[in-house]
Nanobody
Framework: VQLQASGGGLAQPGGSLRLSCEAY????????VGWFRQAPGKERELVKA????????FTANSVKGRFNISRDGAKNTVYLQMNSLKPDDTAVYYCAAAGVMGYPTLPLRYDYWGQGTLVTVSS
């Protein structure tokens, strides 16, 4: 499975962006997907994750009430809708897939990674 992350860019504080993670070369809909982010000098952080069937969702406290995750099985794509963006959301965002029930919270539990897309929140 190959993952292609896209949708990053520059947003103003309070603005919105939608990231996409499309899976190729496999049945992406059978994998749990997590969105991680990594800011300079910081550890990689899981912000949202969704189980393969969409029934279980993880949300980091730092994005609660602002970020939403969803998946479109027909398009093999998982979306990260980011609203009310803050400068602290600035990071490279990565999507990752894991062939497990539920969703892992640790990066090492994920089997496949996308290339990352940069999100910059600045006025």
């Amino acid at each position: 499975v190959q993952l292609q992350a896209s949708g990053g860019g520059l947003a103003q504080p309070g603005g919105s962006l939608r990231l996409s993670c499309e899976a190729y070369g496999g049945t992406g809909s059978t994998y749990a997907v997590g969105w991680f982010r990594q800011a300079p000098g910081k550890e990689r952080e899981l912000v949202k994750a969704i189980s393969w069937n969409g029934n279980s969702i993880f949300t980091a406290n730092s994005v609660k009430g602002r970020f939403n995750i969803s998946r479109d099985g027909a398009k093999n794509t998982v979306y990260l809708q980011m609203n009310s963006l803050k400068p602290d959301d600035t990071a490279v965002y990565y999507c990752a897939a894991a062939g497990v029930m539920g969703y892992p919270t640790l990066p090492l539990r994920y089997d496949y990674w996308g290339q990352g897309t940069l999100v910059t929140v600045s006025s």
